[in-house]
């Protein structure tokens, strides 16, 4: 299938060829990285396949792209002492529209100003002062909100507190309804208020009927206003939240747009502006040094050269994805690995996905559950080139976390997702040879493994401190029903986003497949099916974030919660990572390529 590589691996069952020492050793671990219920195991049988290489047929990928673009940048790191001196100098005057006061109206403002920071992607840096103000706001927030009628406020400051964890009442918007019980005509004219209530809308949990009613009423108007009169800048916001709303966008690529729909506001702070591109500049230099040495780092692997051209080659798609698990310059080291680490799982998905056939896969899988690289000896040329690929990439990870920690470098639990999500390749292999066709729920439940949600967001930990990433496995093994849910909304959105390639080649395994066979449905029905589910989905995870959000530290959350918005991110339109032309190419180049003017004279161009 072709799928995206975090998103995108195969759903399985338990196999026969696992010794019993490895299935005692990983015991601690569920077998199924996605069901939460015991799943059927079934017999199946192995398919015959030619295994003759020369013989053997497969859709050839091209190369990137990108190639060396940003191995070739001249471009100087210590470049980001002279932004860190210019943004130094802005930040004592945020920080004092930041300081804290009793006063009503002064409180709404700072509300406003918190929401303005996380749109230009600059909240990080006044972390402290934001909570302590949403601490001391949420305990007084019926005193706050009890003479508040501008819907734009009302909306900004819900979705501000329910982004942070606090479950501000819904109820809020009610003062907005007629005694028709509908939402009143006049607000059809606000367009920025229509806008920030939909934005609003998003955060809903299933037992918020008024949320449902003001999407609906939101959206529908907003389509209207971004065809008429609004402002050129404004009509282009309406679309691009129409398309993707900012929760469930990447927070900095919803920054790299909104920096310049703020600029082209009659009224805006010049200070947040100023300070808003710098930190972007800032970024952008740490991002292009990453990418210089992770493009060093490819060419050196050369599997280019090594292996059939069968597998996708995404190294600069993989550090998107790494930026969008954490943007933040603290989180350097944990970008790096985790794209090195999404690369691995890229060439082993298309590895057993696109090219070798059941009984090459069997072996491959057996050599990852023993982790024992002698076992390579018995595997096709190359086959030891993929499984030798895949212990180098751990092993440089491990020896690059020690020398960053300077100390042991806990790979396990996050290794242990890796050979969970490994089984499901040859037990989706055999399973689609067998032609079982199973109920769409028994897919569902087995194919959200596939999905690869529990093996990446394990990987994101690396990048955590030792304390954060050991609470991080703890959480991840109890399969919380919030990763539960993200999973199942990626399989149904990779599954619709990648379901006519899959038909094209022959690949019947696919839930929208499934889905039309079990009820007679048209295609156009089971989209129209599977979009509610994933709208319900999303609704789960809004509530499920609300009641752990206390409970489990926000490092930790913060993961989950962004590696779900790399759904979002890759399947709005079509499979964006497997043909990354059109909106993934245009991610890359707005966050890597895009020269962001910041007055920084002093800076070689981007």
């Known amino acids: 299938m072709e799928t995206l590589t975090i998103f995108g691996q195969k759903c399985g069952t338990q196999v026969s060829l696992l010794s019993p020492n490895v299935v005692t050793k990983l015991s601690r671990f569920p077998l199924t990285s996605f069901a939460r219920k015991p799943t059927k195991l079934v017999c199946l049988k192995t398919t015959d396949c030619d295994l003759d290489e020369s013989k053997r047929t497969f859709n050839k990928f091209p190369r990137s792209d990108w190639g060396d673009h940003f191995l070739r940048l001249p471009i100087n790191v210590s470049d980001m002492d002279a932004v860190t001196r210019e943004m130094d100098a802005l930040k004592p005057t945020i920080r004092k529209m930041l300081m804290y006061s009793q006063d009503v109206e002064e409180t709404k403002k700072r509300i406003l100003l918190i929401y303005l920071l996380v749109a230009l992607g600059m909240a990080y ?43 501000m009442s819904s109820d809020v918007f009610r003062r907005f309804k007629g005694d028709d019980g509908k ?31 003001a999407m609906s009423f939101a959206s529908s108007h907003l389509e209207y206003l971004a065809g008429g009169t609004c402002p050129p800048h404004i009509s282009r916001l309406i679309k691009n939240e129409l398309y993707m709303p900012q929760h469930h966008n990447c ?81 350097s080291f944990g970008r790096t690995i985790l794209a090195k680490l999404l690369v691995l799982l890229t060439v082993v998905d298309d590895t057993c996905d696109r090219y070798g056939s059941v009984p090459e896969v069997a072996k491959l899988l057996d050599c990852v559950e023993r982790w024992d690289p002698d076992l390579g000896e018995s595997l096709p040329d190359y086959l030891k080139t993929v499984f030798k690929f895949t212990l180098d990439v751990f092993e440089d990870c491990e020896r690059a976390g020690r020398c960053e920690e300077g100390q042991s470098f806990n790979v396990e639990g996050a290794l242990a997702e890796f050979k969970i999500l490994q089984r499901t390749h040859l037990s989706f292999a055999e399973w689609a040879a067998a032609e079982k066709v199973p109920t769409v729920e028994e897919y569902l439940e087995v194919g959200g493994v596939a999905v690869t949600m529990y093996a990446t967001i394990a990987l994101g930990f690396l990048g955590l401190g030792p304390r954060a990433r050991e609470q991080g496995y703890e959480w991840l093994k109890s399969r919380p029903k919030l990763v539960h849910d993200l999973a199942t909304k990626g399989r149904l959105m990779n599954d619709m986003g990648g379901f006519k390639d899959d038909i094209g080649r022959g690949f019947i395994a696919n839930a929208v497949n499934y889905y039309m066979k079990e009820n007679g449905a048209t295609e156009e029905e089971t989209y129209k099916e599977f979009h509610k589910i994933v709208r319900d989905l999303e609704k789960s995870v809004n509530s499920e974030f609300l009641k752990i959000n206390k409970g489990v530290p926000r490092e930790i959350l913060s993961r989950a919660i962004n590696c779900g918005k790399m759904i979002d991110v890759t399947y709005r339109s079509g499979d964006g990572y497997t043909r990354p032309k059109g909106k993934f190419t245009e991610y890359v180049e707005s966050l890597f390529v895009d020269h962001m003017d910041a007055s920084l004279k002093h800076l070689v161009p981007v």
């Open 125 to 167: 840096h006044f972390e402290d002062e934001i909570d302590d103000n949403l601490k001391h706001g949420f305990e007084n927030i019926e005193t706050i909100m009890a003479d508040e009628f501008d819907l734009s406020t009302v909306s900004v400051m819900f979705w501000v507190f329910r982004t942070y964890g606090y479950n």
């Open 183 to 213: 939402f009143e005509d006049c607000l059809t004219k606000d367009v920025k208020g229509l806008l920030s209530l939909y934005e609003a809308t998003q955060l809903g949990t299933s037992t918020e009927d008024i949320l449902d009613e």
């Open 251 to 331: 927070d900095i690529l919803f920054a790299s747009e909104y920096i310049w729909f703020y600029e082209q506001e009659d009224v805006h702070n010049k200070v947040l502006l100023e300070f808003a591109k710098l930190n972007f500049k800032f970024l952008q230099l740490h991002w292009i040094h990453e990418l210089k040495i992770l493009t060093k780092w490819w060419n050196d692997q050369d599997l280019l050269s090594k292996l059939p051209p069968y597998f996708r080659d995404r190294m600069v798609e993989c550090h998107l994805y790494g930026v969008i698990m954490y943007f933040e310059p603290k989180y």
